[in-house]
């Protein structure tokens, strides 16, 4: 996805970033007809019972490059809908290879990963694209597209999936009030500081109402009350339903929560708080 590609006018009307020249526009599908219909905006999700299986599970899981190098070693790990998860390590130790391996990015050399009821291993095309709109991912370099205001970065992902333009609509607002960014529809992402330019990042996740949201180092470019601002917005999130996994390697930032931890180091997954 780069930022040559112009949605349609799913908002009114684009404003242009202050150092882009003016130039022909492009020819775009309309959105279908009938556009999936999710449910209210960040509706909460039904509470799962201890039997009910995982959201997130992996069994025996190795991760080994064409290099060699040994990512993850026989990861075991179990995480329920609507859990909070803090995955630690230093730089290096499989953090973010953890995250890829969960939204199917990288494959597992061995072991079996289960998401939202579906073995990765078995998903190709558009079987695994259809459940990447069902994960959230915020990372730590932001990724938005330059030359689009903060509305069309966060309706971007709509757009992608068919949405109408009501539906587009209606949910951008809520979702843009949640993080505190409103008054910032029209901006563009130089005109905005980091801690805002992640908040829009969350926003972007969050927008299709994800059952999962994976960030990795979310607050690894920020200042120690931009990261708090980011976790309690998470934790926000985390209270109407979403499941969270976040990886870091900020020891403060993580003793300051109660959440579960678990500890990445040398490929091998240990608990570190329950």
């Not at 990288?106 to 291993?121: C, F, K, N, P």
């Not at 990447?132 to 509305?151: E, N």
Request: net charge positive; hydrophobic share 35%; proline share 7%.
């Amino acid at each position: 996805m780069t930022s040559a590609v112009t949605p349609p006018k799913t908002y009114s009307p684009r404003r242009r970033h202050p150092d882009e020249q003016s130039r022909r526009p492009g020819t775009f599908q309309t959105a279908p007809a009938t556009p999936p219909s999710p449910k209210r905006q960040h509706q909460k999700q039904p509470q799962t019972s201890s039997t009910q299986a995982p959201l997130v599970a992996l069994t025996g899981v190795n991760k080994t490059y064409t290099n060699g190098s040994q990512a993850l070693r026989d990861i075991n790990l179990q995480i329920k809908r609507g859990d909070f998860l803090f995955v630690t390590g230093p730089s290096g130790a499989g953090k973010s290879t953890l995250l890829k391996l969960l939204y199917g990015q990288e494959r597992a050399t061995a072991g079996d990963i289960l998401v939202d009821g579906q073995h990765l291993a078995k998903l190709r095309g558009n079987r695994l694209a259809m459940l990447r709109r069902r994960i959230g991912i915020v990372f730590q370099d932001y990724k938005l597209i330059p030359r689009r205001t903060v509305a069309e970065n966060v309706s971007f992902v709509l757009w992608a999936q068919g949405y109408s333009r009501k539906e587009i609509n209606r949910r951008l607002r809520p979702t843009l009030r949640m993080v505190g960014l409103q008054h910032k529809a029209s901006s563009f992402p130089d005109q905005l500081s980091g801690g805002e330019q992640q908040r829009v990042s969350i926003a972007r996740a969050v927008v299709s109402t994800p059952p999962l949201l994976l960030a990795d180092e979310p607050t690894g470019n920020l200042d120690v009350d931009n990261s708090r601002q980011v976790i309690k917005i998470l934790e926000k999130l985390n209270s109407i339903g979403i499941t969270i996994i976040i990886t870091t390697h900020d020891e403060q930032l993580v003793r300051s929560s109660s959440h579960p931890v678990v500890q990445i180091q040398d490929g091998r997954l240990t608990y570190v708080r329950h």
